[in-house]
């Protein structure tokens, strides 16, 4: 569904966030990008969904390149950016119109799917409370909500459950899981939570300093790397650390 | 959808606390300003054309200066608060949020036109002026809103901080003002020269004081307001063209 070529990106003229980057998400996967912080998660993203351009290298979005349709695939993604802001003097239900008019829905079709998503996220309730009384989770759930709103194909999710607590993260999980299975929505996901990326997602790309390190299945990864770790039911948290303490070690080397 | 930008942007900004705080102060402006005129005997001893132009004066003054806060607010505070990303994810295009803005800011001016209305009735009693006076609210005073607000909306998309975005809109704004501190003959040499002859907001006063005054025709007038659209023209295509290529989220 997604597909980039050597996607680059050099900030100022000097400063190389991200080097050439191959990445294939495909439809119905839960896919989860990781990386330790500043590896270009974010620039990446910012990229795929067409928010900034990249330096070189293409994006790809169902076998067409994303800078010649900037509108069909505004249409057809949802994103939830990094860290993010509400319009905190809305009501999470005047909030969720408010995007639904900007998507082009109709009257009736805004008030229906703005419900439609509210019991995705479980926010019925809390619907008419002004969105600066919500709790940090309840926001989260609302961003994510409003990333469904025109039903798109995939999700774009930067560091969804950042700063919430274990129930917190637990709900967006079960939110995630069930979206992917019962509407096969894809899922791009960051996060530093590895023990979670595990258990949701079917396919991890792990990036450092820019570059990808490795792209695959988690069962393939885990079996890939299971030689080279000296440990017993190796997991992905192992093969993360074991793929970038590797490559700082290297680093040591060159100096 | 851009008119539910607008909605959203008439809510956050005109008819929110600040919104409503600032069209108080210009209408007790206003009621301080006519009741000066009509009890202080000094005062009232100026001709009925220099209060009406003085009114006005102040009024857009104090109203571009309002816009300009506002404006520096619109897209640098979306970027503070972190709501920018997502609105530029939605179809709506750059120039579209621009421009949502820029009419948001008009509904402003528009406001303070309304309420400044049964003021300038009132001081233009029994002269022929009124016609003319809301030539220069609707039209002139428009266009100047407009060129102005949407200055304001380039540094606001081109810097990150809505404190630098205010800053360098009122620094431009206070050249074109330059003028009104110099004396006469300061105005006749060098650098105020050239502002005075170019400054459009020069060039609407001197316009106005021409028709009231000096009586000068149609199209002296017309002539003298050259700067005006210049300046109104450069203004909106500039923003516009800005707003297509600039990066929204650059300067961060
Ligand atoms: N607008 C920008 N201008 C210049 N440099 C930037 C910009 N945005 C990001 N960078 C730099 O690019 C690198 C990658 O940043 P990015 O935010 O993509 O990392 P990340 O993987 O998302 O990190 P994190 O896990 O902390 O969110 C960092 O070193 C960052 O300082
Ligand atoms: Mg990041």
């Known amino acids: 569904m997604i597909k980039t070529i050597g996607l680059r990106k050099v900030y100022n003229n000097d400063y190389e966030a991200v080097k050439h980057l191959d990445l294939n998400v495909g439809r119905g996967d839960i896919y989860g990008f990781l990386g330790p912080n500043g590896a270009g998660k974010t620039t990446t993203i910012r990229m795929l969904t067409g928010l900034i351009e990249p330096t070189e290298g293409m994006v790809f979005f169902n076998d067409r390149e994303v800078s010649k349709g900037k509108q069909e695939l505004k249409n057809n993604i949802g994103v939830l950016p990094e860290s993010h802001g509400y319009y905190e003097w809305m009501t999470g239900k005047q909030y969720l119109l408010f995007f639904a008019s900007l998507y082009g829905m109709n009257k009736a079709s805004r008030i229906q799917r703005t419900n439609d998503v509210l019991e995705m996220v479980d926010l019925t309730e809390k619907a008419n409370i002004r969105i600066h009384q919500y709790s940090r989770g309840m926001k989260q759930r609302l961003g994510i909500a409003r990333t469904l709103l025109h039903e798109p194909q995939i999700i774009f999710l930067d560091e969804p459950t950042l700063g919430l607590d274990p129930q917190g993260q637990k709900d967006i999980e079960n939110i995630l899981v069930q979206l992917n299975k019962e509407q096969g929505v894809t899922i791009f996901i960051t996060s530093h939570l590895l023990k979670d990326i595990e258990r949701i997602c079917n396919r991890v790309a792990i990036v450092q300093r820019g570059s990808l390190l490795v792209e695959d299945t988690i069962p393939s990864l885990l079996t890939t790397y299971e030689a080279m770790i000296e440990k017993e039911n190796v997991n992905l948290e192992d093969v993360f650390f074991f793929l970038t303490d590797e490559k700082r070690g290297e680093s040591k080397h060159d100096l | ?252």
């Not at chain 2, 539910?4 to 705080?21: A, M, P, Q, Y």
């Not at chain 2, 600032?22 to 007790?28: P, Q």
């Open chain 2, 1 to 252: 959808m851009i008119y539910e930008l607008v909605k959203k942007e008439t809510k956050e900004h005109i008819f929110s606390r600040k919104g409503i705080g600032f069209l108080f102060i210009v209408s007790i402006l206003l009621s301080i300003m006519s009741f000066g005129f009509i009890s202080v005997k000094e005062l009232s001893l100026l001709d009925q054309p220099s209060i009406v132009m003085t009114t006005f004066k102040l009024l857009l003054g104090i109203n571009i200066l309002i816009s300009m806060v506002i404006g520096s607010t619109m897209v640098a505070g979306e970027k503070e608060k972190g709501t920018l990303e997502s609105l530029l994810l939605t179809p709506l295009t750059k120039r579209k949020i621009i421009i949502g803005k820029l009419i948001a800011i008009l509904v402003f001016w528009l406001t303070v036109t309304l309420i400044s209305l049964p003021y300038f009735i009132v001081l233009s009693n029994g002269t022929s002026m009124l016609p003319t006076i809301l030539f220069y609210l609707y039209v002139v005073g428009t266009v100047l809103v407009i060129s102005f607000s949407s200055i304001a909306l380039i540094f606001s998309t081109i810097l990150a901080s809505t404190k630098n975005a205010m800053i360098v809109g009122l620094m431009i704004f206070l050249i074109t003002l330059v003028p009104m501190f110099l004396s006469t003959t300061m105005k006749k040499a060098g650098f105020a020269k050239l502002i005075q002859s170019y400054s459009p907001i020069s060039a609407s006063m001197k316009t106005m004081k021409d028709l009231f005054i000096n009586k000068l025709g149609a199209l002296d007038i017309l002539v003298g307001m050259v700067p005006v659209f210049v300046f109104f023209v450069l203004a909106l295509s500039v923003s516009l063209l800005i707003s297509k290529k600039v990066d929204f989220l650059g300067g961060e």
